[in-house]
């Protein structure tokens, strides 16, 4: 099928538009594959002029023919447009036509070239707005459509014309058939292209959004945590192995302290300073969202940082405690795992839902405490904890309705 096949153009009255009881303007429509673009073409016409089955004017008068002149000039406009797309090798629509037409100089924008400039705008706002994970999370999603571009569509990258709903769809189903993410980490890749989107849209960059029929919401998740037992056993377990029993240390005082891997490694003796109580703290603001996150040290949480107050390591990096890098840490945790007989997938983010749980809300700790020592933007985030917590209650209240109601039965039995 040749190009001009793909093409179709169709002249028509727009009587809503009519400017007398006698004319009505003339539209043009362009139609490139099944998508249309309209504009009008300052022309008028009395409609009994007009040929409506095939789009012409009618008649011998002098100005209808100059009508006719000026319709097939119109015409081949639109076909000089589309030629100079396709030899620019830039895609051929009938907005991009029209805009050719109409002697709008459109600059048409690649996706990762927004992409990148997105970035780089991130990058100018750390730490006052963004945080160097967050920019790492957009640099790792632009870097997996880079790649799914390639192999979807075999070229290095796409009109930003070029997306829609199909685009989406495929990359949700590239994320977890080739990447193999799971739905949640999933959603959060396809959410950081939208705001790509969005700032493509706020720019005038793209003419159609091509997330208008998607939708994608995060599903929960079960936030494993210790048990109180299972913490003890973790902390009296005689481990041999130095780099495990390093682990195991660095590990609890996540528990006890509620940090996330990241704000463990950047801690220094300077983040540890006296409170308002005259008792020690750490004073910290969390690498993911800047906010502030002040904690007062439990006992178990000061003993690990006295043991390792005078360790090489920390003082030649100038560390509060010898962490390893998360990868190497979450590795050996399985280890430790396996050695201490916990059937649970130990990482550093269970010990800080272990904190969330064990550690203060099941002791009271009243939620808004736990919000501000987490360092949560928003107290639905901590919520999540507590509704573990009632689950937990509900079924170890079950559990003993179940034993007080066997007991009774045996009662009565014994009785008769």
């Avoid at 993410?181 to 939208?194: A, D, E, F, P």
């Avoid at 979450?330 to 969330?356: D, M, S």
Wanted: hydrophobic fraction near 35%; aromatic fraction near 8%; charge should be positive.
């Amino acid at each position: 099928m040749s190009d001009r096949q793909n093409l179709a153009i169709l002249f028509y009255l727009r009587r809503d538009k009519q400017k007398n009881d006698a004319e009505v303007p003339l539209y043009m429509r362009i139609t490139t594959n099944g998508k249309r673009a309209e504009m009008a073409i300052h022309r008028y016409i009395d409609p009994k002029h007009w040929n409506n089955e095939s789009g012409v004017p009618r008649g011998s008068k002098n100005e209808i023919k100059q009508l006719n002149e000026y319709l097939a000039l119109m015409r081949n406009k639109v076909y000089m447009a589309q030629k100079a797309l396709i030899e620019d090798d830039k895609p051929v629509t009938s907005i991009s036509i029209r805009n050719i037409v109409q002697g709008r100089s459109e600059k048409q924008h690649r996706l990762l070239d927004v992409f990148e400039y997105h970035n780089k705008l991130m990058e100018e706002k750390i730490p006052g707005e963004y945080s160097p994970s967050t920019l790492i999370r957009f640099k790792t999603t632009k870097n997996h459509i880079e790649d799914f571009i390639k192999k979807q569509y075999n070229t290095d990258d796409l009109f930003l014309s070029q997306l829609n709903h199909e685009f989406v769809s495929n990359l949700e189903h590239y994320f977890k058939t080739v990447r193999l993410c799971n739905h949640n980490s999933t959603v959060k890749y396809i959410k950081n292209l939208k705001k790509i989107i969005n700032l493509a849209r706020k720019n005038d960059w793209i003419s159609k959004d091509p997330f208008v029929n998607y939708t994608g919401t995060t599903k929960p998740v079960k936030r494993d945590y210790l048990t109180a037992d299972e913490l003890k056993t973790l902390e009296n377990k005689k481990i041999l192995v130095p780099r495990l029993a390093q682990v195991r240390d660095i590990f609890v005082f996540s528990c006890y302290t509620g940090l996330a891997y990241i704000d463990v490694y950047n801690l220094t003796w300077d983040n540890i300073v006296r409170g308002i109580d005259g008792e020690k703290w750490i004073f910290t603001q969390r690498e993911k969202t800047s906010v502030k996150s002040n904690i007062p040290l439990l006992p178990k949480a000061l003993e690990i940082i006295e043991k390792y107050k005078n360790d090489p390591t920390c003082n030649y990096n100038h560390k509060l405690l010898p962490i390893l890098s998360n990868q190497k840490m979450n590795a050996y945790l399985k280890e430790i795992a396996t050695l201490v007989e916990i059937n649970k997938n130990l990482t550093f983010h269970l010990a800080r839902h272990t904190f969330a749980t064990t550690v203060t809300l099941t002791n009271g700790v009243p939620i808004e405490s736990v919000s501000e020592m987490l360092g949560h933007t928003n107290i639905r985030t901590t919520q999540i904890y507590a509704k573990v917590i009632d689950k937990k209650v509900s079924q170890d209240m079950l559990d003993l309705k179940a034993k007080l109601t066997l007991k009774t039965k045996k009662t009565k039995k014994s009785s008769t």
